[in-house]
């Protein structure tokens, strides 16, 4: 079965700062992807980053990157100059075949 | 623009009633998914399509119920017998061999019973 584990129910950073969120996963499969999901208070959820798990780089959009560990099965998201309008819930994801594999999340605050 | 529209944004019910949930996408996706969300539980699976007029329970689904009957809706049932159906509730869809690029939202409905 896979699994996805998000330790840190919650987090608080200072505005400007960096922060990182921690998600590890189990799985027995090789090729698989890697999601982190962000919902604002507005609860749509938001496509951050994707990983590819035949990929070695870490993915990296804008403010946002990963450290992506295949062997240890962790998949965390660093967030640099942490703005206001990061404050949300963040969801790691894992894809396998057809089907989405979520964690329970971390509530991310952003203090000015 | 192509997305996914949920309604309503709000729904109350009372005890015993039927309620039904409305997601509708014009992305052309093959895949539509339902999906429940309370606190500290994250997103779990109630109901899943890969093609019209076929659809797959998830970890969740009793008490609930779905039909996919145009590739464009994909609406959820909260019967009865859902015992506590209080929820914030998700639909989304996908390419159906292209997960791999991840899940399109929509904006949510939350249910109360009152």
């Known amino acids: 079965a896979q699994t996805v584990t998000q330790s840190q129910p919650e987090m608080s950073v200072q505005e400007a700062e960096t922060v990182t969120l921690s998600c590890t996963y189990d799985t027995s499969e090789n090729n698989y992807y890697l999601f982190w999901y962000k919902q604002p208070p507005s609860r749509q959820m938001i496509l951050v980053i994707r990983q590819e798990a035949y990929k070695q780089q870490n993915a990296t959009e804008n403010r946002f990157s990963v450290n992506f560990q295949k062997a240890a099965k962790s998949f965390s998201l660093k967030i640099s100059d942490s703005q206001l309008g990061d404050t949300a819930m963040y969801f790691c994801?894992?894809?396998?075949?057809?089907?989405?594999?979520f964690g329970t999340g971390t509530s991310l605050t952003v203090i000015p | 623009d192509g997305g996914i529209t949920q309604s309503p944004k709000y729904l109350f019910r009372k005890e015993g009633q039927n309620v039904t949930l409305s997601c509708e996408q014009n992305l052309n996706h093959d895949a539509m998914y339902w999906y429940r969300q309370d606190p500290g539980q994250g997103l779990r699976l109630i109901y899943y399509?890969?093609?019209?007029?076929?659809?797959q329970k998830g970890d969740i689904a009793e008490g609930y119920s779905v039909s996919r009957e145009k590739k464009e809706s994909f609406p959820l049932t909260v019967t009865s017998a859902q015992k506590n159906p209080t929820a914030f509730y998700l639909c989304?869809?996908?390419?159906?061999?292209?997960?791999?690029?991840?899940?399109?939202f929509g904006s949510g409905t939350r249910l109360t019973v009152v």
């Open positions: 399509s890969q093609i019209v007029n076929d659809f």
């Open positions: 994801a894992f894809t396998w075949g057809n089907q989405f594999y």
């Open positions: 989304a869809s996908s390419m159906s061999d292209r997960t791999n690029y991840g899940y399109t």
